[in-house]
């Protein structure tokens, strides 16, 4: 498997063409996401790599492949959107396709000719990774199985809409079409439905499709991001085929987490808010980025340097309860909080076994149930409990989550209890809504990420957390205000890391800067103060399809977890995020904002503990993490992604393998528990 990673392909001797354009060409360029206004306030619409120069050559002599690096908020997905077309340029002369416009190309069909068709922009997560990459928005229900679940085959033949005309899509060369299979390894999967393919195999379909449309250049975003190490090596090989063949040109964006592949020759570094960095050579990047890294996490240790001044500016507070808010009349202590002494399940699986046609999807282990030996799932999720959820693909995790939110049609007549009670009255005893049911529930997935309205404001997606649907009307109050302030100036820095004044003497946790030496907690109250009344404009400004994608994860977290709902299911809710972030959103969902980890060196290697926020330390808490009535699901298959917090796990076993359902806990030794999980 390793080979993948070494073997170099033979390198195709490309075409000759000295004198062939470029297929793009930025000279001296600015770029806006709305058209530049007259308006002295940048903020809004903040300039996207002033004075840009790049090139990317059609044809040339020798091999020569770019990739684009940089921490989440760089914006590289910005800069392949750029160069696929999109954003307004200033001036607007300054960016071309000369390759595109050759005097060549006049007799070529018209659509061949436009950036939109000539270069393919690919990406594995949001919008066009559903389109494209055949995900199911929840479970499938039966009636509409043959409309979303389609083959690989027909996805690649673009035969997945409803009376599609053939006359209306090009005709694919039956040679180029079984090269573009072999080349991605797709031969033996034709036939399997889309929703069943792994991570991997849907990302080399999406590339095939891609490559399928013939495009000049290819633009792919991270698309190593997530994967397994086996997914990797036959994605990398994939690319690297592409790569040396430069039929199309291939132009990478790849997290600074990621292995600049071996064929990729130059690299360009971008800083964060779009800010152009270091472009060269791969060997001198990579000598670069070993050195010093201003965004390098490995060597951010400024705010954590400068945190040492913080005994001098607020004197320590005697004791601090870390475990409940300091202030007894806090607002998540009001009414509307559900009562914590609760001793029914939250959640009962009473011996599922659910089916399409003769396959058994979920529920196929027997288990031993008060001494009996009983078919189908039995599971219990108490108040306070914390579980992962595991199992691998095709186990039916996707399912038993959409039955216990009820997304799943045959929640309703299956043996499960949810809050207490089944979906359907029984005598004596109501049935529970979906609004009802689903207002008790924080829930984020994939398949919420891609179907989220992108029209909603950073403020509105947030609020939707208490309303019924993420397009109604949410239910807010004074409390929940500022409930709502408070986590947007906590995630700032993650969501809309614009440079400003206050920003740039305030650490993403508040800690309290000065020059002043001495400071005590009376006079460091007016500086609070002055925090906590940041402008927050931003928030209402900024479009929820404007956020990268990161930004837009955190703010999904935040909406699912704000409410306090008495479970919270997060399904693969910290995948793709950096290392800090992923840390920075665990922490703040177990203990709110009254604890930060804070980053230092220790004997020449970075460190981390965890400290009393100033938030905290001044009694200023808004957002208190999880109470002891919340139980909480997390799904995912990378260790990092599971909380420490979490103290049981429920494997389901694989379709068709012999295996039985697994139950355990996560001791001291978490290591052996994920050995005896498997998968990781």
């Not at 498997?1 to 600015?30: D, H, Q, W, Y």
């Not at 793709?576 to 060196?601: H, N, P, S, W």
Request: proline share 8%; aromatic share 8%; hydrophobic share 35%.
């Amino acid at each position: 498997m390793r080979r993948a990673f070494r073997t170099r392909p033979p390198i195709p001797k490309p075409v000759s063409n000295t004198t062939s354009p470029p297929l793009i060409e930025i000279s001296k360029s600015t770029f806006y996401r709305q058209p530049p206004s007259s308006s002295n306030n940048p903020e809004p619409n903040p300039p996207l790599f002033p004075e840009l120069n790049f090139t990317v050559p059609s044809f040339i002599d020798q091999h020569n492949q770019w990739a684009i690096i940089g921490p989440p908020s760089a914006g590289k997905t910005t800069f392949l959107e750029i160069l696929g077309g999109q954003h307004y340029c200033d001036p607007p002369t300054s960016r071309t396709f000369p390759y595109l416009t050759r005097s060549e190309t006049e007799k070529a069909p018209p659509h061949s000719n436009s950036p939109s068709t000539a270069f393919q922009y690919v990406e594995f997560s949001g919008g066009n990774a559903t389109k494209d990459g055949g995900n199911n928005l929840g479970a499938i229900h039966e009636s509409l199985k043959g409309f979303h679940n389609h083959s690989l085959l027909d996805y690649l033949r673009d035969k997945t809409l409803l009376n599609s005309l053939e006359q209306d899509k090009p005709k694919d060369n039956d040679e180029f079409f079984a090269k573009v299979i072999k080349d991605c390894r797709l031969r033996d999967l034709l036939d399997t439905r889309t929703k069943n393919l792994s991570k991997g195999q849907t990302r080399r379909a999406i590339i095939a499709k891609a490559l399928l449309r013939r495009p000049k250049l290819l633009l792919i975003d991270e698309p190593f991001d997530g994967l397994e190490y086996s997914a990797i090596a036959k994605v990398y090989a994939l690319l690297a085929r592409v790569s040396y063949s430069q039929s199309p040109r291939l132009v990478l964006s790849l997290s600074w987490r990621a292995k600049i592949p071996t064929w990729i020759t130059h690299v360009l570094c971008l800083w964060p808010n779009c800010q152009l960095g270091y472009r060269g050579s791969r060997a001198n990047t990579k000598h670069r980025l070993n050195k010093n890294s201003d965004w390098n996490p490995k060597h951010q240790l400024a705010h954590a340097e400068r945190a040492k001044t913080l005994a001098k500016i607020l004197a320590k507070p005697k004791s601090i309860d870390l475990t409940k808010p300091k202030n007894k009349n806090h607002p998540l202590e009001n009414d509307d909080t559900p009562a914590k002494e609760q001793q029914e399940p939250l959640v009962e699986i009473l011996g599922v076994k659910l089916k399409y046609a003769e396959k058994t999807v979920l529920g196929s282990s027997r288990q031993t149930i008060n001494g009996e030996r009983k078919e189908g799932l039995w599971w219990n999720v108490m108040p306070g409990e914390r579980w992962g959820l595991f199992g691998p693909k095709g186990s039916g995790k996707t399912t038993l989550l959409s039955l216990i939110t009820s997304d799943h049609p045959q929640a309703y007549s299956l043996p499960i209890r949810i809050f207490g009670h089944s979906r359907l009255p029984i005598v004596g005893q109501p049935g529970l809504s979906i609004f009802s049911l689903q207002s008790r529930i924080g829930h984020l997935s994939p398949e919420i990420h891609a179907a989220f309205p992108t029209h909603l404001t950073v403020r509105r997606a947030i609020e939707t957390s208490w309303a019924d649907t993420p397009l109604s009307r949410p239910e807010l109050n004074h409390e929940r205000d500022l409930i709502v302030d408070s986590s947007l100036r906590w995630f700032k820095p993650e969501i809309y890391p614009a440079p400003d004044i206050l920003n740039s003497n305030i650490s993403s946790n508040f800690s309290i800067f000065s020059d002043k030496k001495e400071l005590s907690p009376q006079s460091g109250k007016p500086l609070i103060d002055r925090i906590m009344s940041a402008d927050l404009d931003w928030a209402d400004n900024i479009q929820f399809r404007d956020l990268h994608f990161q930004a837009q994860r955190v703010v999904l977290f935040l909406r699912a977890i704000l409410k306090k709902p008495e479970l919270i299911i997060l399904d693969e809710a910290f995948h793709g995020l950096d290392e800090k972030v992923q840390e920075k959103c665990m922490l703040f969902l177990e203990a709110g904002e009254r604890i930060i980890l804070r980053y230092t060196t220790k004997k020449g290697k970075p460190a981390k503990n965890r400290q009393a926020s100033n938030v905290a330390k001044l009694g200023r808490v808004q957002v208190a993490g999880l109470e002891p009535y919340q139980a909480l699901i997390v799904v995912s298959d990378v260790k990092k992604e599971i909380p420490q917090y979490v103290t049981k796990w429920l494997r389901l076993p694989g379709m068709g393998a012999r295996e039985s359902l697994k139950f355990g806990t996560f001791g001291t030794k978490r290591e052996s528990a994920f050995r005896a999980i498997g998968g990781f």
